[in-house]
């Protein structure tokens, strides 16, 4: 009896220590964590708090979509509905949440389904994205404002996406130039030579410097 008394002491130790470090790794998270059950907030980690500048006792036990920008509210409740129920839906998608001080915040949620008490709940990570929202419009604007061609294409001879700058020195729509593969503006004897250089991108190699002649749309070089 004084064995079985000793082993269960020590299984509850463990489990005990088990709980503390994970609760210490959910609070340290940088991450806002959300834990959701019949759509009430039933537990939230200090990261949540700090960057929702609501307390506590101000989340618990309400309904989570009290927190969301009336635009997001619709699509964030139906993806809840369809993961309670079992059904095909997203597991990470961009939304946002509303600053207590009525700010808007642009998130990134990461949600699945876990248990709580029993029974089904939701476990969304919420992820602060101002920051990569911010250097993605920067980019976007160097993108769209660069006098040099920028553009993005795959492997098979296709441009996927370009700037306005290609339009301004080819002659080009937007339109001609992803309708066709990208060696149709290219001077037929360097499509050999080009043909090679993106058969070397292909395997892993960068392009430093590679050299080839574009044809505009008036038949110049």
Known sequence: LSEEITE??????????????????????????VLLQD???KFVNSSMTAFSGYSVDELLNHPFVE?????????????YRKRMNNEAVPSIYESAISHKNGTRLETEFNAGVTTYGGKPADLVIIRDIRERKKAEEER????????????????????IQLNPAWEAVLGHSSDELLARPFLDFIHPDDHNRTY??????????????????????????
């Open 8 to 33: 269960q002491k020590g299984a509850e130790k463990k489990l005990i220590e088990s709980e503390q470090s994970y609760r210490s790794l959910i609070e340290q998270a940088q991450d806002g964590i």
């Open 140 to 159: 976007s604007r160097l993108f769209r404002l660069s006098t040099d061609l920028i553009g993005i294409g795959d492997f098979n001879g296709n441009i």
């Open 67 to 79: 927190f969301l920008p009336d635009d997001q509210s619709a699509t964030v409740r139906e993806y």
């Open 39 to 41: 759509g009430l907030i």
């Open 196 to 221: 090679a250089e993106v058969e070397k991108l292909s395997a892993g190699y960068k392009t430093i410097y590679f050299e080839n002649r574009y044809i505009h749309k008036d038949g110049s070089l």
